[in-house]
Structure formats: C-alpha cells, structure tokens
C-alpha cells in the first residue's frame, strides 16, 4: 500500500506543531510560532483523516462485491472525507466562537482541551494504523483500484449513457403500447 506518506505527513504536521507550541511557552510574545503551531494542528489530522477515507475506500472496493456502500462508489469515497470531518469542525466551531479572550472561551487556553480533543484522536488513529497496516489486509488482485487510462473511462461513460439512452426508449415505446392497447380497449367497449 502506497498511501501512507498521508499519515507520514500527518505525524510530521502534529509532531512540528507541539514543537512550535513548546517553543511558544517559552517565548509568549513571538505571535509567530503560535500561529504556525495552530495552522498545523489545525491541518495535520486532515492528512491522516484522508489516509483512512482512502483505505475505507480500498477496503469497500476488496470486501465487498457490489464495489459501493450505500450508494457511494468505492473509488468515490476519499472524495467525501472532506464532509466526514464533522465532529472535529463543530469543536473548531465551539472553539473559536466564544472569541479569544480567556474569561468568556476556555479552550484555546487549556492545554487538556488540545491534548483530549485533537492530539488523543490523532495519536490513537496512527497508533492503530501502524499496529495493524491496512497493507497487511488488502493484498491481493483487488486490493487497489483499478488503473483505467483515459480512453477506456471515456468509453465507460459512453456505454453507461448508451444503456441509459436504451432502457429510456424502451421506456417510451412500453408506454406507446400501454396507450395503443388501452385505445384500441377503449374502442372495442365502446
């Protein structure tokens, strides 16, 4: 599995950001490390949360045969991981609504809220990442998606439309006979 440089990244990110916030205990004034530590806080979970939608994805494309779970195609699923971050989002959210000032918003101020809320769910994703490697699960033919080059996506999506083009003519004319047939009845009664 060639995907893990997202959750190397994501480790970097984190570890370089409670350096930075380390650093800015000592030096309270330099506005700078604060904020390159927030950034990276802030954006280091993202790299190891698109890791494990990519895998999802991998994993729904391996074990499952129909290829999609709930209606959502395997090879779509990193694409939505974005939308799936949203219990962090709402503790961003809460965070930073109550603006900065240390009487009215507690948690930029209090190091259990970073450590419990942000570093804990980071630590225990890539703990259990490199405990059991999804590389020790998917192997195999279809352990991977498959390489389609341009042209063959583009036939894909002709012969899709093409079937849909045939079943709404076949649609219509099952309609046209359902009409011929109910005249022809309505004729013959009267």
């Not at 804990?120 to 498959?146: A, E």
Request: aromatic fraction near 12%; proline fraction near 3%.
């Amino acid at each position: 599995m060639v995907l893990s440089f997202e959750v190397i990244l994501g480790g970097i990110w984190e570890t370089a950001s409670f350096i930075l916030r380390a650093l800015g205990a000592h030096d309270q004034q330099n506005s700078a490390e604060s904020t390159w530590s927030t950034l990276l806080l802030l954006l280091a979970p993202l790299w190891v949360n698109a890791f494990v939608y990519m895998v999802l994805g991998r994993m729904i494309y391996f074990f499952l045969p129909e290829k999609n779970i709930f209606g959502v195609k395997a090879a779509s699923v990193a694409k939505y991981f974005v939308w799936l971050d949203v219990i962090r989002i709402i503790y961003r959210l809460i965070e930073w609504s109550a603006g900065q000032s240390s009487t009215t918003n507690a948690i930029p101020y209090h190091e259990a809220y970073v450590f419990c809320l942000d570093a804990l769910p980071v630590f225990l994703s890539m703990t259990s990442l490199c405990i059991v490697h999804p590389g020790f699960v998917l192997v195999g033919q279809d352990s991977d998606f498959p390489k389609l080059t341009r042209a063959e996506k583009k036939e894909q999506k002709r012969v899709k439309k093409a079937s849909k083009q045939t079943a709404k003519e076949e649609k219509k004319q099952e309609k046209k006979h359902q009409n011929r047939t109910k005249y022809a009845l309505s004729t013959v009664e009267a």
